[in-house]
């Protein structure tokens, strides 16, 4: 058995040297690789009087992640909704959804297509890693190749990571998102970590 981990620890660290990433990648900050530090920095595709991102917690106090400046008059006390995304235990506090106000009427959004509408245009780096998030990419800024990124005009490329599955196997992706349209593209670098420790799923 120790004979198996140190061979995948070997072949990881080659696959890890062959990846290059271009030198004009930047690191993504460690802060971003925290979903609920990336909200605050939407800018939504449409005009919302207020909108808040919560979870499906029972104490309401708790389930409030960001909400964006509200007029002193204004509260909002609607049930929550029977799913979201980001659905990660089945239960409380197991998933996250927006509601929003627009013309003194509430709006849900409370799916991962739902979540790519509301961002509507990709303005910025962490709109990108939510974006890539709604399909199933994470990051991981401890390595280039799972945490870089370089924004152009019309593009935002990022290199993000897959998880699957038992023996947990990560994967890497450079990830190219069109920040018009939101349409993604993602292509494969090739498997660089196996763990039979299936305890984190």
């Known amino acids: 058995?120790?004979?198996?981990?140190?061979f995948s620890l070997i072949?990881?660290?080659?696959?890890?040297?062959q990846i290059k990433v271009p030198d004009d990648y930047?690191?993504?900050?460690d802060i971003l690789d925290t979903t609920d530090y990336l909200y605050p920095f939407i800018v939504p595709d449409k005009e919302y009087e207020y909108w808040r991102v919560l979870t499906n917690d029972i104490d309401f106090e708790k389930a409030i992640v960001y909400e964006s400046q509200a007029p002193d008059f204004m509260t909002i006390n609607e049930p929550v909704p029977e799913r979201g995304f980001f659905q990660k235990c089945v239960g409380n506090n197991c998933f996250t959804y927006i509601l929003a106000c627009k013309k003194d009427r509430s709006v849900y959004f409370s799916n991962e297509q739902q979540l790519r509408d509301f961002i509507g245009t990709v303005d910025n780096l962490p709109e990108a890693i939510l974006l890539a998030k709604t399909y199933g990419y994470s990051i991981d800024p401890k390595n280039r190749f799972t945490g870089s990124y370089k924004i152009e005009s019309n593009r935002i490329y990022l290199y993000g990571l897959q998880t699957k599955g038992c023996p947990v196997t990560?994967?890497?992706f450079l990830i190219t998102i069109n920040r018009k349209t939101g349409k993604l593209e993602a292509k494969s670098n090739g498997i660089y970590s196996k763990n039979e420790d299936c305890s984190a799923l």
């Open 26 to 29: 930047k690191k993504i900050p």
């Open 1 to 6: 058995m120790r004979i198996i981990i140190t």
């Open 11 to 17: 072949l990881s660290n080659l696959f890890c040297a």
């Open 170 to 172: 990560k994967e890497s």
